[in-house]
């Protein structure tokens, strides 16, 4: 019953510490042992049975509503990504152009590094658009 254990405190590691977080938590605790006896009962190794149950209770994605949890958009997450792709970009196409101009000034090379460090940005904001 360990292993239940584990996998209720992961699945809750994201929600704040509350009286009520803890009421949930051990009512489905208990609900997952009741189900994982049931299942030896019928003739299941713990093992199996264990894994069964935490298979098919999922997520808690009702829960988290019912707790009223924050979850940070996702949205800014790939806002901020786009912003840190194109700077990066940027600054890795000036190094190349830097290293191109001082040490082969004669032969322009550095714009295909530059076309394949373009894609970082480009799929950024096409993921970011289309979480929109």
């Known amino acids: 019953m360990n292993q239940l254990r584990k996998h209720v405190d992961e699945l809750f590691k994201e929600i704040p510490d509350s009286g009520k977080k803890a009421t949930i938590m051990q009512e489905v605790m208990q609900n997952l042992e009741e189900k994982v006896l049931d299942l030896?009962?019928?003739?299941?190794?713990?093992?199996?049975?264990?894994?069964?149950?935490?298979?098919?209770?999922?997520?808690?994605?009702?829960?988290?509503?019912?707790?009223?949890?924050?979850?940070?958009?996702k949205n800014?997450?790939?806002?901020?990504?786009?912003?840190?792709?194109?700077?990066?970009?940027?600054?890795?196409?000036?190094?190349f152009i830097f290293i191109?101009?001082?040490?082969?000034?004669?032969?322009?090379?550095?714009?295909?590094?530059?076309?394949?460090?373009?894609w970082w940005p480009l799929t950024m904001y096409f993921s970011w658009k289309k979480a929109k």
């Open 76 to 95: 800014n997450l790939r806002k901020l990504n786009l912003g840190y792709s194109i700077w990066g970009s940027l600054l890795i196409s000036s190094l």
């Open 100 to 118: 191109n101009l001082y040490y082969t000034p004669n032969v322009i090379w550095f714009v295909y590094p530059t076309f394949a460090v373009l």
């Open 40 to 73: 030896m009962e019928q003739g299941k190794a713990e093992d199996d049975a264990i894994n069964k149950t935490i298979v098919e209770f999922g997520d808690i994605e009702d829960l988290k509503k019912e707790l009223d949890v924050k979850l940070p958009a």
